[in-house]
């Protein structure tokens, strides 16, 4: 594989490779499992693969989140040279690479990043917005594969793609998991064992709001999640809530679902100092 650490790098090589369709697999690096899926799914489809590595400073809210936040450059590369082939490459940027200037531009999601992830955490989604329009513009990828972890990110990312023009087709992977059901994440590695002992109770708890709203009212669920994950030590949901996977629309109440729409529960929790995320697809009657 080829490291670029600048774009005329990355370039180049597309040039002198001119394999076709071209994958793409943005992270902000601490690769796991999660991450070498999204790989696989790109290889099994395309002819050359770009993985970049990317911390984007403009997507963190909180100054030391962002300076907290994994750096393993040298086992990202390790992990990465036995998934990747000669023709592919990984893309290392500095923020100077990435934004020669600041990045002022401002996009409208309208309801999109206004709940959840987005009450949460203010401007968040506009950073990643900033990040993978740029990446997008270097890159110029055929496909772009993003993992259901980050459901919301997911919606923000192709509605992002709508309102540019943008012809990259973002692909969905599946969320990969522990052996205890917590979702991979880069984050998880920075849990206290005493936190992480208990942190697959997340998962548990909400796989089972499927079965819970055959006989219980949508608040009633809500409550029972806040109830249960809260009562392990040190944990404490941030929100819990049910909505479609188109426009965002919170569901309050069972009457709202519809058949033939998808619906997913989607949740945050502070466990310990560190921040989670997961969702499941609701299965309607």
Known sequence: MKIAKSIVELKDHYNRMKLKPSGFVPTMGALHEGHLSLVSAARKECGIITVSIFVNPTQFNDKDDLKNY??????????LSDHLSE????????????????????????????????AQ???????????????????????????????QQLTIVRELVRQTGNKVKIISCPIVREDDGLAMSSRNQLLEPSIRKNAGAIFTTISKSSELLKTMEIENVKKYVFNNINLLPEFNVEYFEITDNIELNLVKRKSQMKKGNKYFACIAVKAGKIRLIDNVEIQLL
């Open 121 to 151: 955490r203010p401007g968040h989604f506009n950073g990643v917005a900033q990040v993978v329009s740029r990446l997008f513009d270097i890159v110029k990828p055929d496909n772009a594969y993003f993992g259901q972890k980050d459901f």
């Open 70 to 79: 994994p750096r393993t450059i040298d086992e990202d590369l390790g992990l």
């Open 87 to 118: 023709n592919d490459i990984v893309f290392v940027p500095s923020v100077e690479e990435i934004y020669p200037e600041p990045d002022k531009r401002v996009f409208n999601f309208g309801n999109l990043d206004k709940v959840m992830e987005g």
